[in-house]
């Protein structure tokens, strides 16, 4: 069943549009992530959605139920704010159960929630707790706690996870999503960072400019990508200029047989080939379709990325740990793109 539905969402301030026709549907209890560059929309459009910016047109309905015109108070929903916007002269209970405090629940009802929450976010026993006693990781979790108190049917989150190091993030990322899991809470979080997305998300949406570029599961946006802009923002991709004509794609001066799996969505136009790192195959020189020469060697650790030139285009292949060939820049070799993988965008 759909919980979420936006049609034709807009949001002006002044004569800028920030949000540019914005429709969307998410069913029950899916983990959504708000995706796109800087300035893209993201906030506005998770704060719209909550009451805290009314639109410009269009509307929203949560359950079926129109609540374009709702107070925020009134609406279901729970937010993490990405200053998390934790109160300093409260306890650590006493902000947590705020949203219920301003709803009229009692005391004793309060003090019961905060317990139940606490144990959610793993903070047990820590309500007496003042704010700037807590660590990063742990404020994260009062916020969350938080945002989850009045049992929202929505649950939106902006950039959560945005102030953690790197390895504590990572952690949160999968307790994050194990929680929202127990609740089954339609959640939508919002990220400029990829990886993120691709690991927590059942749905992500692609964001440029106020318009949704692409909705749909990572793996789905990864492989099939809508436009060039979607290609290169998720994940690592070469994007090269390319024609198609009888049954082939042109590409950096050699005529790739078109093969079943290929996506070519579109033939006309400024055609772009995407091709990622991994699908791009080494072999020695004259034994494939485009010839090419190293230019350097980037060791990541799990596997390691060849960058190379050819006709003049930058490429990006990437091999496997099992590889055992080693490459130097000079190196004349020749580049397979798998069939089956290539993709012509726009
Ligand atoms: P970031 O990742 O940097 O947080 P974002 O994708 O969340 O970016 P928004 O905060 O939604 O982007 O902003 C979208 C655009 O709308 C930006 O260009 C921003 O300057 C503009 N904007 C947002 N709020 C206002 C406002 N109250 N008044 C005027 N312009 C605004």
Redesign the pocket.
């Known amino acids: 069943m759909t919980n979420l539905r936006i049609e034709r969402l807009c949001k002006t301030?002044?004569t800028?549009t920030?949000l540019d026709d914005v429709s969307l549907e998410i069913p029950t209890g899916k983990f959504v992530c708000l995706l796109?560059?800087?300035?893209?929309?993201?906030?506005?459009?998770l704060r719209v959605i909550a009451g805290l910016e009314a639109p410009s047109g269009g509307r929203i309905f949560v359950n079926g139920e129109d609540q374009t015109r709702m107070p925020t108070h009134r609406r279901d929903m729970g937010m993490v704010f990405?200053s998390l916007a934790l109160f300093p002269h409260l306890d650590v209970a006493g902000n947590i159960t705020y949203p219920l405090a301003i709803r009229g629940a009692d005391r004793a009802s309060r003090a019961a929630r905060a317990e139940e929450l606490l144990e959610l976010v793993r903070l047990p026993g820590m309500g007496a707790r003042r704010i700037d006693q807590l660590s990063g990781g742990q404020r994260q979790r009062v916020a969350i706690a938080r945002g989850l108190a009045i049992d929202p049917k929505v649950f939106l989150l902006d950039?959560p996870l945005s102030a953690l190091d790197a390895g504590l993030r990572e952690h949160m990322q999968i307790e994050l999503r194990q929680i929202q899991q127990s609740l089954g809470v339609t959640t939508i979080v919002?990220t400029?960072d990829q990886k993120e997305a691709l690991t927590m998300a059942d749905l992500v949406i692609v964001?440029k400019d106020?318009v949704i570029q692409q909705a749909g599961a990572p793996m789905e946006i990864y492989r099939n990508p809508a436009n060039a802009f979607v290609a290169g923002f998720i994940g690592t991709t070469n994007l090269l200029p390319c024609a198609i004509h009888d049954g082939t794609i042109e590409v950096l001066g050699a005529r790739l047989p078109i093969t079943e799996g290929d996506r070519i969505g579109v033939d006309h136009g400024a055609v772009q080939l995407s091709v990622r790192p991994e699908h791009i195959g080494i072999v020695p020189t004259g034994k494939g379709a485009i010839e090419a020469e190293v230019t350097f060697v980037r060791d990541l650790g799990e596997s390691r990325h060849v960058l190379l030139q050819a006709s003049g285009q930058e490429i990006i292949a990437q091999l496997t740990p099992e590889t055992q060939a080693s490459y130097r820049p000079g190196d004349r070799v020749s580049l397979d793109f798998r069939p089956g993988e290539r993709v012509v965008v726009t």
């Open positions: 301030f002044g800028f920030a796109g560059p800087s300035g893209c929309g993201k906030t506005t459009l990405q950039e919002v400029h964001m106020g």
